[in-house]
């Protein structure tokens, strides 16, 4: 299975920031969609980073209060790692565990068309498990 399979189950509207918009707005932003972090948009519409709660966390306990004023630019992480529709769904989740993060961009021709979380792929690998014991179940008890 690939990316594009988690990327059906989703809400078409992928939800941005701005990179000169305030540290507080994302903040207020992730809080109001109950995401973890948001994709970063720079000029010409092209992915700049990504912006965690986490991001927000570390920005706050080195700058106080003040980091919320500052541009998300300045606490974005702006090496993202990446993925794209086609990719396995075990090679999204080995990167995702190895790099130590949560939330990856999907791009498509360098555009960004989706989002997805640890949590989209774990929930993606369950609900597999689960269909692969209740077809075994079929097959040992003679319904399959």
């Known amino acids: 299975m690939s990316v594009a399979t ?3 189950r989703k809400p ?7 990179e000169t918009a305030s540290v ?31 991001d927000v966390v570390r920005g706050v ?3 106080g209060a003040a980091a919320l004023s500052e541009p998300v630019s300045a606490l ?7 993925t794209t529709e086609v990719e396995s769904i075990g090679d999204v989740m ?4 190895k ?12 555009r960004l068309i989706g989002m997805i979380s640890i949590g989209d792929v774990v929930k ?9 014991v209740e077809t075994l179940r079929g097959f040992v008890t003679g319904m399959g």
Not at 26 to 48: E, F, K, N, S
């Open 12 to 18: 078409p509207t992928i939800v941005t920031i701005e």
């Open 61 to 63: 306990a080195t700058k």
């Open 94 to 97: 080995q990167r995702m565990t």
């Open 24 to 54: 507080a707005d994302a903040a207020q932003r992730l809080a109001q969609h109950r995401i973890g972090a948001l994709p970063v948009m720079g000029a010409g519409g092209r992915l700049a980073g990504i912006l965690s709660e986490r």
């Open 99 to 110: 790099g130590r993060f949560r939330h990856m961009p999907v791009l498509k021709d360098g």
């Open 124 to 132: 993606h690998r369950i609900d597999e498990q689960e269909l692969e």
């Open 76 to 82: 974005m992480t702006s090496g993202v790692e990446t």
């Open 6 to 8: 988690i990327l059906k």
